[in-house]
């Protein structure tokens, strides 16, 4: 019996078609997770399409440039033979010429152009105009290329068709953060009076900040009420606080252009009631009021959906139980109501701040000149100016602003923590 015992214990367990139990298993479970990525495949696929490739397009557009050395080949290849401060002479010149008539020939002047203007304002027009004549220009060309226009000579437009000589490129971000190149290649800061992409960014930051923190205020009361009330009234409250989410969002926008212009409903009430008089009517549109003020509006109810999410699940009797052992009202809400909610707080937090920052068709419409955000000037660049990589260093600086405050959310609450729903 001892020996059989010990025979039974040591031989490999096997299911009933003979195969051993441990390869079975693991063959079963390798099976599942082949089922399990196909079902969550389509899902991939989209993100990847939809979301990672064009993160990735934007990131590589706004370092890489080739639409100017692309078009000259001889002015790339003497930029690259002579190096910076050398002497523009003769066979730059010479090397221009030849660009211009392969530009007229291929029809890309404009496009090589356009990208010197986003350096030195007027010059897509200086290359279209000069290559329409590129055939008719003679030796010596650097004579003949300052007879057709003066710019020509002008070192700026060197400098800039050296920078852009080459595609590979730090001058977006540059531009982004009010940086430009001086004559010998240098950074330096803009002009005053052009730095604006620093007062964007840091307005945006503050404005984003400052809707998220109203919209906590109020929709911490309203959450609590939704989760507080009997199930019949709650369902009502819900009903108005989704309201907005079945209005188009240029109706509710331009609901608040009714509401909060000069000659408006609401200075048209205080009028009414004398609170200021025709003459002080108070300016709330077109600046940051208007924009707050909308956006706010807009962005409550994701706050509200996470905080009442969170506070449905915490059970009534943990206050109780705090006041019925001599806690306050206040202390109870403090030490032990509002550490349950902290997972809805900066789910509604993050949400409102990072949907916030990138806000585009209501500081557009609300804002006016002082109430503008980055993602206006972003969406300027993309279909008003086309500079279509400085709009893509903008927005990857944007990306960073908003990845750098979830990594911070991260390590101060825990992104494990976050409740949405």
Not at 148 to 170: C, G, Q, V
Not at 335 to 364: H, N
Request: glycine share 6%; proline share 5%; charged share 15%.
């Amino acid at each position: 019996m001892t020996d059989a015992t010990a025979q039974l214990t040591t031989a490999p367990l096997t299911t009933a078609d003979g195969k051993p139990l441990k390869a079975a298993l693991a063959a079963s479970l390798a099976t599942r997770r082949r089922r399990a990525l196909l079902l969550v495949a389509p899902l991939f696929l989209f993100i990847f399409i939809s979301f990672i490739v064009p993160i990735g397009q934007m990131l590589f557009q706004s370092i890489y440039n080739d639409t100017f050395s692309a078009n000259a080949p001889a002015l790339r290849q003497w930029f690259s033979e002579h190096p910076k401060g050398a002497e523009i002479d003769e066979s730059a010149y010479a090397a221009l010429a030849a660009d211009l008539v392969k530009m007229k020939e291929d029809k890309t002047a404009g496009v090589a152009g356009t990208r010197i203007n986003y350096d030195v304002s007027g010059t897509r027009s200086l290359f279209t105009g000069t290559a329409r004549g590129a055939n008719k220009l003679e030796a010596p060309f650097k004579e003949a290329l300052i007879a057709a226009d003066k710019k020509w000579a002008d070192p700026i437009i060197w400098r800039a068709m050296r920078s852009a000589s080459n595609p590979w490129t730090i001058d977006f971000y540059l531009a982004a953060n009010d940086f430009t190149r001086d004559d010998t290649g240098s950074i330096v800061g803009v002009a005053e009076g052009q730095a604006i992409y620093k007062t964007l960014f840091w307005r945006t930051l503050v404005m984003s900040v400052e809707i998220t923190a109203i919209c906590l205020l109020l929709g911490f009361p309203i959450a609590h009420l939704l989760a507080t009330l009997p199930m019949r009234k709650a369902m009502l409250l819900m009903i108005l606080v989704l309201l907005p989410f079945w209005t188009s969002l240029l109706v509710r926008t331009t609901s608040w252009m009714v509401l909060l212009q000069s000659q408006g409903v609401l200075n048209d009430l205080m009028v009414w009631l004398g609170i200021i008089g025709d003459d002080g009517r108070i300016q709330m549109m077109y600046n940051e009021t208007g924009t707050i003020v909308a956006m706010t509006h807009i962005l409550l109810p994701f706050t509200i959906l996470p905080l009442y999410s969170v506070m449905k699940t915490i059970p009534p009797s943990y206050v109780r139980a705090a006041r019925s052992l001599g806690a306050t009202s206040w202390t109870a809400f403090r030490r032990v109501y509002l550490p349950q909610t902290l997972p809805g707080i900066g789910a509604g937090g993050l949400l409102v701040f990072i949907l916030a920052m990138g806000y585009y068709i209501t500081p557009a419409l609300v804002g006016g000149a002082d109430g503008q955000m980055i993602s206006n000037m972003i969406a300027f660049h993309m279909q008003k100016s086309l500079n279509w990589s400085l709009a893509a260093a903008l927005a990857a600086q944007l990306l960073a602003i908003v990845m750098i405050f979830f990594w911070i959310y991260d390590k101060l609450v825990g992104i494990d923590k976050m409740k949405l729903g």
